[in-house]
């Protein structure tokens, strides 16, 4: 259990309810990867924050992970924001902390100045007015950059996300799948995987994964990633994110996940999940989950329910057919 108090915070960070014990109960023997997003962590220790273990002792949070059986820290990269929160210095120093914990890293890399998702995939102010091709090269040597600044001081990424949650594509709106057509997104997604090779050739390069949010909805992960085979682009593991009130039930997502392990024959992560566990209003910013509607059948939201909501996607990762689940990572 990890638990956050603070001064000043503002309502800066709107997720507080989904905090409270990040992957316990896990399934250490069989998940290579047991992961916790972690790219908050330097601006809550700019407002004060202060973490503690389950008896009260303040510590360092990637120690209580670590502590908890966490082994991988996700880290969300932006181009150029405001503060550097998430920039590419503060994702340096993150790395190394990680590496001191003994974590392996997950890095996330946005292609934009702020959040990459399903509704905003905006292209960074210093690459506004790129064609399509200038596009594909800033791409390709900012990730090239980027993974060869993290294997020079000794960090290397263990997984590469090329974009964030790209069901509609990614740099909108030359590379949005809905409006540009798939082709543009393929050209994109493939310059930022070539930049992960060429800053780490084989055998040294990082797993490659192209990431949607589908976690439940087997029609719309299989067309996307039909879209990826028909177009012969080279990734290794594809993740997605499920959060049941957006993506469906468990029953859903076990059957998504068990047909992308058998059709696409790659390895298969949930890299972002989260669960309340309270519904209680505990800052200024609106809830995701604040209704008992929104919640699975069983799973309560207190903290036993959100610890059982947690070993239920373990579980479903780690019985996937041929063992090809790699992990999750909590959100």
Same mark, same amino acid.
């Given at each position: 259990?990890?638990?956050? #108090?603070?001064?000043?915070?503002?309502?800066?960070?709107? /997720?507080?309810?989904? %905090?409270?014990?990040?992957?316990?109960a896990?399934?250490?023997?069989?998940?290579?990867?047991?992961?916790?997003?972690?790219?908050?962590?330097?601006?809550?220790?700019?407002?004060?924050?202060?973490?503690?273990?389950?008896?009260?002792?303040?510590?360092?949070?990637?120690?209580?992970?670590?502590?908890?059986?966490?082994?991988?820290?996700?880290?969300?990269?932006?181009?150029?924001?405001?503060?550097?929160?998430?920039? #590419?210095?503060?994702?340096?120093?993150?790395?190394? %902390?990680?590496?001191?914990?003994?974590?392996?890293?997950?890095?996330?890399? /946005?292609?934009?100045?702020?959040?990459?998702?399903?509704?905003?995939?905006?292209?960074?102010?210093?690459?506004?007015?790129?064609?399509?091709?200038?596009?594909?090269?800033?791409?390709q040597?900012?990730?090239?950059?980027?993974?060869?600044?993290?294997?020079?001081q000794? #960090?290397?990424?263990?997984?590469?996300?090329?974009?964030?949650?790209?069901?509609?594509?990614m740099?909108?709106?030359?590379?949005?799948?809905?409006?540009?057509?798939?082709?543009?997104?393929?050209? &994109?997604?493939?310059?930022?995987?070539?930049?992960?090779? &060429?800053?780490?050739?084989?055998?040294?390069?990082?797993?490659?994964?192209? /990431?949607?949010?589908?976690g439940?909805?087997i029609?719309? #992960?299989?067309?996307?990633?039909?879209?990826?085979?028909?177009?012969?682009?080279?990734?290794?593991?594809?993740?997605?994110?499920?959060?049941p009130?957006?993506?469906?039930?468990?029953?859903?997502?076990?059957?998504?996940?068990?047909?992308?392990?058998?059709?696409?024959? %790659?390895?298969?992560?949930?890299?972002?999940?989260?669960?309340?566990?309270?519904?209680?209003?505990?800052?200024?910013?609106?809830?995701?989950?604040?209704?008992?509607?929104?919640?699975?059948?069983?799973?309560?939201?207190?903290?036993?329910?959100?610890?059982?909501?947690?070993?239920?996607?373990?579980?479903?990762?780690?019985?996937?057919?041929?063992?090809?689940?790699?992990?999750?990572?909590?959100?």
């Amino acid at each position: 259990v990890l638990l956050a #108090t603070a001064a000043g915070l503002g309502g800066q960070i709107s /997720h507080a309810r989904f %905090r409270k014990a990040p992957a316990v109960a896990t399934e250490p023997a069989r998940l290579a990867f047991r992961g916790v997003a972690a790219s908050f962590i330097p601006q809550l220790e700019a407002a004060n924050v202060v973490f503690r273990d389950a008896s009260g002792v303040a510590r360092d949070p990637l120690a209580i992970f670590a502590s908890r059986g966490i082994n991988l820290i996700r880290l969300r990269v932006w181009h150029t924001p405001s503060g550097d929160w998430c920039g #590419t210095q503060q994702t340096l120093a993150m790395a190394r %902390r990680a590496k001191a914990a003994g974590m392996s890293i997950m890095l996330c890399i /946005h292609y934009s100045d702020s959040w990459a998702d399903p509704g905003q995939q905006t292209i960074p102010a210093a690459w506004q007015g790129e064609t399509l091709l200038q596009l594909r090269t800033s791409v390709q040597v900012y990730t090239r950059d980027l993974i060869a600044s993290l294997d020079a001081q000794g #960090t290397p990424p263990a997984i590469v996300q090329i974009g964030n949650e790209t069901t509609d594509g990614m740099l909108w709106p030359t590379g949005r799948i809905s409006t540009a057509g798939f082709n543009a997104f393929a050209t &994109l997604f493939t310059a930022g995987a070539d930049g992960v090779r &060429l800053a780490m050739p084989n055998p040294r390069t990082p797993i490659i994964m192209a /990431h949607i949010d589908r976690g439940g909805d087997i029609a719309a #992960t299989r067309w996307f990633f039909d879209q990826m085979v028909s177009r012969n682009v080279a990734y290794d593991a594809i993740g997605l994110s499920y959060y049941p009130w957006w993506h469906g039930s468990l029953a859903a997502m076990q059957t998504n996940i068990n047909d992308v392990a058998t059709r696409y024959g %790659r390895r298969v992560m949930i890299v972002e999940t989260a669960y309340p566990f309270t519904l209680g209003w505990h800052d200024n910013q609106n809830n995701f989950v604040g209704l008992s509607s929104q919640l699975q059948p069983g799973f309560s939201a207190t903290p036993g329910g959100q610890a059982a909501f947690i070993a239920a996607v373990n579980n479903a990762v780690a019985a996937l057919p041929h063992g090809p689940g790699m992990g999750t990572s909590y959100w």
